[in-house]
Nanobody
Framework: QLEDSGGGLVQAGASLRLSCAAS????????IGWFRHAPGKEREFVAY????????NFADSVKDRFTISRDNDKNTAYLQMNRLKPEDTANYYC????????????????WGQGTQVTVSS
């Protein structure tokens, strides 16, 4: 089970850090992905971090502004979002996939409930 949190309403240029907490003790065996879904748009990949935190990957739209990390001792992953833009407004979901990460949402086993990020101009 995943619980994502940290969303909110901010102005353009601000920062937010999203958290993805897992209740599963085998968290360290799962890669974590972040996806977002804005009204009227398809769900899109944002970033992932591999189960050993060695490899990360970002969507082109965020790769110079967002970072992703994980703390396996706390069973938690983080998405640090800097220099937020209005187009980043969406509901953000974290997801867990056994071992290998993916940019495709279909391969993920568990999903959080989502946390809303709203960026005003």
């Amino acid at each position: 089970q995943l619980e994502d949190s940290g969303g909110g309403l901010v102005q353009a240029g601000a920062s937010l850090r999203l958290s993805c907490a897992a209740s599963e003790r085998t968290f360290s065996s799962y890669s974590i992905g972040w996806f977002r879904h804005a009204p009227g748009k398809e769900r899109e990949f944002v970033a992932y971090i591999g189960w050993r935190a060695i490899n990360t990957n970002f969507a082109d739209s965020v790769k110079d502004r967002f970072t992703i990390s994980r703390d396996n001792d706390k069973n938690t992953a983080y998405l640090q979002m800097n220099r937020l833009k209005p187009e980043d407004t969406a509901n953000y979901y974290c997801a867990a996939r056994y071992y290998r990460p993916s940019r495709e949402p279909g391969g993920y086993d568990y999903w959080g409930q989502g946390t809303q990020v709203t960026v005003s101009s």
